[in-house]
């Protein structure tokens, strides 16, 4: 999976008041199956390895997709 981003203000580590509540912290390559170590659950592995099945519905809370 590859995400872009753009930076448009603050300082990378910065959490804005309801926003998230994970602040990022740097950002890495590392494969699907080494995930669980970084804190993802094995959930959100299976929906990545399986290629997001239902990507673009509303999945709801976050923890639906194990985070």
């Known amino acids: 999976m590859t995400f872009e981003a753009a930076r448009t203000g ?3 580590g910065d959490v804005v008041a309801g926003a998230d509540s994970t602040p990022i912290r740097g950002v890495k390559f590392v494969a699907l ?3 669980p170590a970084l804190g993802f659950s094995l959930r959100f592995v299976k929906l ?3 290629g997001w099945p239902e990507a673009g519905s509303y999945m ?3 923890a639906n997709i194990g985070l």
């Open 33 to 35: 199956t080494d995930l």
């Open 60 to 62: 709801g809370a976050k």
């Open 48 to 50: 990545a390895q399986a």
């Open 10 to 12: 603050g300082t990378v």
